[in-house]
T-cell receptor, first 112, second 113 residues
Framework: KQEVTQIPAALSVPEGENLVLNCSFTDSAIYNLQWFRQDPGKGLTSLLLIQSSQREQTSGRLNASLDKSSGRSTLYIAASQPGDSATYLCAVKTDSNYQLIWGAGTKLIIKP | DVKVTQSSRYLVKRTGEKVFLECVQDMDHENMFWYRQDPGLGLRLIYFSYDVKMKEKGDIPEGYSVSREKKERFSLILESASTNQTSMYLC????????????FGPGTRLTVL
């Protein structure tokens, strides 16, 4: 059974730092992996989606990588800003149907 | 932009009450989902619907039921609320199984006393 883990559960860094969030999964046979952002009182917003055949995806200051063989994905945030403060979740799709398997998230705080 | 709305942001109910959570989307998406989110556990799928009047159980359907009478509206029903159903409930939509991005509502934080 696929399990998705995000460590640490919380992270606090000063503004301007580059940082990496981690996501690990137990079964390398995935369809794709997504990173989402969740702000307090708001729903989730999709940030990046990496197909199983891809190694990375980039959007602005965000870069997500995927290493299926090791069961890991990282979300790199460059030049962090206070507005990046949120909870970041990763989710794995294991086949072509609807089901996503979710990590519990990393709560990120960027200190001004 | 896709808009997904949920009827309440915060809800407090008593044990044994029947509770209705409503989700409405404005983009004609076929697929709609109900998740619950608890600290340390991530999102868990309760039910999903791929068409009007069609529903499928997710990972944790016990104690819940759903209704989808119109394409834009998907309701989650707690037949007899219990304290262990205190949680954040999130609704999401998806245009089709071949697409991958789910669009989420703001969530309803339900407290059962």
């Amino acid at each position: 059974k696929q399990e998705v883990t995000q460590i640490p559960a919380a992270l606090s860094v000063p503004e301007g730092e580059n940082l990496v969030l981690n996501c690990s999964f137990t079964d390398s046979a995935i369809y794709n992996l997504q990173w989402f952002r969740q702000d307090p009182g708001k729903g989730l917003t999709s940030l990046l989606l990496i197909q199983s055949s891809q190694r990375e995806q980039t959007s602005g200051r965000l870069n997500a990588s995927l290493d299926k063989s090791s069961g890991r994905s990282t979300l790199y945030i460059a030049a962090s800003q206070p507005g990046d403060s949120a909870t970041y979740l990763c989710a794995v799709k294991t086949d072509s149907n609807y089901q996503l398997i979710w990590g519990a998230g990393t709560k990120l705080i960027i200190k001004p | 932009d896709v808009k997904v709305t949920q009827s309440s942001r915060y809800l407090v109910k008593r044990t044994g009450e029947k509770v209705f959570l409503e989700c409405v989307q404005d983009m004609d998406h076929e697929n709609m989902f109900w998740y619950r989110q608890d600290p340390g556990l991530g999102l868990r799928l309760i039910y999903f619907s791929y068409d009007v009047k069609m529903k499928e159980k997710g990972d944790i359907p016990e104690g819940y039921s759903v209704s989808r009478e119109k394409k834009e509206r998907f309701s989650l029903i707690l037949e007899s609320a219990s304290t262990n159903q205190t949680s954040m409930y999130l609704c999401a939509t998806l245009t089709g199984i071949s697409t991958d991005t789910q669009y989420f509502g703001p969530g309803t934080r339900l407290t059962v006393l």
